[in-house]
């Protein structure tokens, strides 16, 4: 069973290990690995400016996402009253068991929660089993963004009823 809980401090190394095994295997796609993989590598740091949520599996972390909220310091091709969601991870061995989809409507309830009409996030094509689970959710593209590391990368939306 799939516990989702906030963050804690002591959640940290498990957060920051999880996100570097979620994104290994595009090490050989983003023009600078090292540096992508030093960001990536402290994806706990994103608990300075939003909320880190854990998904947990027999007391042990499988996936995380960090929602930032409304007026919350984010990237400009973000507009600033939209709730965001970064770096959605989930383990290699716990994926297709619907963790990404329950951490992300977590972040979409908590949009809902803070008042927000619209719901934003990044991603990119090479996500393959992200974006079709977003545009699933009802996402759908807004804008490009900058290349992260020779990545393209993209904005999507959706919009919340209430």
Same mark, same amino acid.
């Given at each position: 069973?799939?516990?989702?809980?906030?963050?804690q401090?002591?959640?940290?190394?498990?957060?920051?290990?999880?996100?570097?095994?979620?994104?290994?295997?595009?090490?050989?796609?983003?023009?600078?690995?090292? *540096?992508?993989?030093?960001?990536?590598?402290?994806?706990?740091?994103? *608990?300075?400016?939003?909320?880190?949520?854990?998904a947990?599996?027999?007391?042990?972390?499988?996936?995380a996402?960090?929602?930032?909220g409304? +007026?919350?310091?984010?990237?400009?091709?973000?507009?600033?009253?939209?709730?965001?969601?970064?770096?959605?991870?989930?383990?290699?061995?716990?994926?297709?068991?619907?963790?990404?989809?329950?951490?992300?409507? #977590?972040?979409?309830?908590?949009?809902?929660?803070?008042?927000?009409?619209?719901?934003?996030?990044?991603?990119?094509?090479?996500? #393959?089993?992200?974006?079709?689970m977003?545009?699933?959710?009802?996402? +759908?593209?807004? +804008?490009?963004?900058?290349?992260?590391?020779?990545? #393209?990368?993209?904005?999507?939306?959706? #919009?919340?009823?209430?």
């Open positions: 069973m799939t516990i989702l809980r906030d963050f401090q002591g959640d940290t190394m498990q957060v920051n290990a999880l996100a570097l095994d979620a994104f290994e295997q595009f090490k050989d796609v983003y023009l600078d690995w090292p *540096a992508f993989q030093a960001k990536i590598g402290n994806m706990s740091a994103l *608990a300075d400016v939003g909320e880190i949520i854990v947990e599996v027999g007391g042990q972390i499988v996936g996402v960090a929602y930032i409304p +007026s919350a310091p984010k990237a400009n091709f973000f507009r600033p009253e939209w709730p965001i969601m970064r770096m959605l991870v989930v383990a290699p061995n716990s994926r297709g068991l619907g963790i990404g989809r329950a951490l992300a409507e #977590e972040c979409i309830h908590r949009a809902q929660r803070d008042g927000a009409s619209v719901f934003a996030l990044h991603t990119s094509k090479l996500m #393959e089993v992200a974006m079709p977003y545009q699933r959710m009802g996402f +759908s593209w807004v +804008s490009h963004t900058p290349e992260i590391h020779g990545v #393209e990368y993209s904005v999507y939306v959706k #919009e919340l009823n209430g």
